[in-house]
């Protein structure tokens, strides 16, 4: 199961190059598309280390000159809104090199502790990608003079590249989809969002970010083990069951779960993998829908999760705890891992944000999940991170909004 890139953020535009799954380099992507936005949110109280940080991800074949980058399409444009610049020449540097020069470009003064930390965790994932690197002079094509107060780097792997531009250009757009512009995916032209579209499309995006991110110090075997959606509903205030049931089997969550996770890992009766399969054992319920929703009513069962079977009903407060009790395994799971201390804020990002978006201050919540008979969902009886299993979802759904999450530890993505 391999999503591109406008897939994986549940991004619908037909603009996406097929090419671009969701892989290493999107790890780089996500670190630096995190990166910025806390960098924005700390110059608004430090200015002195404004700065904006832009990727862009493209194919290319051949040497890592001026012109070569022009024509692949990395250069003139640094994004969607701008600016331009022409590549002037490119100079070869040291994989180390490369990864100080956007460091030292970053910081003019000591960055806050989060951004640090999440600096560095950039810095081990370009290390980890790259095997050349190239600094890139630039000019302004409006004046034809050289550009001297931006750090242009294009690091390159195989037949991939990845420019990162540190500027202290001013603004981006308020009202496009950030997906819109992910790692150099540059979709047309879409209808400007309004504030509500917009906080919902950041903080959908940035739990993307958190979640692929986490891969390195919870030692996850796939990308983007953790999948994230974020919708508006229609429901009314407090909806009963049957309208929570109907809403949910007309979302694209419900719609794509059997296709993308049960029909990817128990292939159907025609396909040649599935004579290595006895499909009555691995989906032992006979009467299962694995896309219904349980009575609350009737809570959770003793026998726990099956494959195959729907989502059970969590209280607001088990689901709570249980997202806490999930927090401290990730931090045992990373304890002595370089990035550790980044795991708190990585989990703010991927899980507490968007439960406090989606039930509000009064955690006003209605949760479902692929959870055990003592409501662990993405836990080992042990306490431990569930690996290699099957993809596990959870449903929260909010006075106005709905968060859909599916774990998946090895191969989500």
């Not at 991110?213 to 229609?234: D, K, M, Q, S, T």
């Not at 708190?344 to 406090?356: I, M």
Request: proline share 7%; charged share 25%; hydrophobic share 45%.
């Amino acid at each position: 199961m391999d999503f591109t890139i406008c897939e994986f953020l549940g991004h619908v535009c037909d603009d996406n190059d097929s090419s671009f799954d969701w892989g290493e380099e999107m790890q780089v992507a996500a670190h630096a598309h995190l990166l910025n936005r806390w960098l924005d949110e700390d110059a608004a109280e430090d200015p002195a280390n404004a700065a904006r940080l832009v990727v862009d991800v493209r194919d290319h074949e051949g040497p890592l000159l001026a012109a070569s980058l022009l024509e692949c399409g990395i250069f003139p444009l640094l994004s969607p809104d701008g600016p331009m610049r022409e590549p002037l020449a490119c100079e070869p540097v040291g994989i180390q090199d490369a990864v100080m020069a956007v460091r030292q470009a970053l910081f003019r003064v000591g960055p806050s502790r989060r951004l640090e930390l999440l600096s560095a965790a950039l810095d081990r994932a370009i290390l980890d990608w790259a095997d050349e690197a190239v600094l890139v002079a630039v000019t302004d094509p409006a004046t034809g003079e050289v550009v001297r107060d931006e750090t242009h780097v294009v690091f390159a792997f195989c037949s991939r590249l990845i420019r990162i531009s540190v500027s202290r250009v001013a603004g981006r757009r308020v009202d496009r989809d950030p997906a819109c512009s992910f790692a150099g995916h540059w979709c047309a032209a879409h209808a400007p969002l309004l504030d509500a579209g917009l906080a919902l499309a950041e903080i959908r995006l940035r739990a993307v970010c958190a979640g692929t991110i986490l891969r390195a110090p919870l030692n996850l075997a796939g990308h983007a083990a953790f999948r994230v959606g974020l919708a508006e509903h229609e429901l009314p205030p407090a909806p009963d069951l049957i309208a929570v049931r109907q809403w949910w089997s007309s979302t694209e969550w419900c719609r794509r779960y059997e296709e993308e996770y049960l029909e990817d890992e128990y292939p159907v009766p025609d396909d040649p993998q599935a004579q290595e399969y006895d499909l009555d054992e691995i989906l032992p319920v006979e009467e299962g829908d694995p896309l219904e929703l349980g009575d609350p009513a009737q809570g959770l069962e003793p026998t726990g999760w099956i494959p195959g079977e729907g989502m059970k009903p969590l209280t607001a407060a088990g689901f709570l705890a249980e997202v806490e009790a999930f927090a401290v395994a990730c931090r045992e799971e990373a304890a002595g891992h370089e990035e550790d201390e980044l795991v708190s804020f990585l989990l703010d990002e991927l899980l507490h944000e968007p439960v406090r978006y989606v039930g509000g201050p009064q955690r006003r919540l209605l949760v479902w999940a692929d959870a055990e008979h003592d409501g662990r969902f993405w836990r080992t009886e042990e306490g431990g991170l569930e690996r290699y299993g099957e993809a596990r979802r959870v449903l929260v759904v909010g006075p106005s909004r709905a968060l859909y999450l599916v774990f998946k530890e090895e191969k989500n993505c």
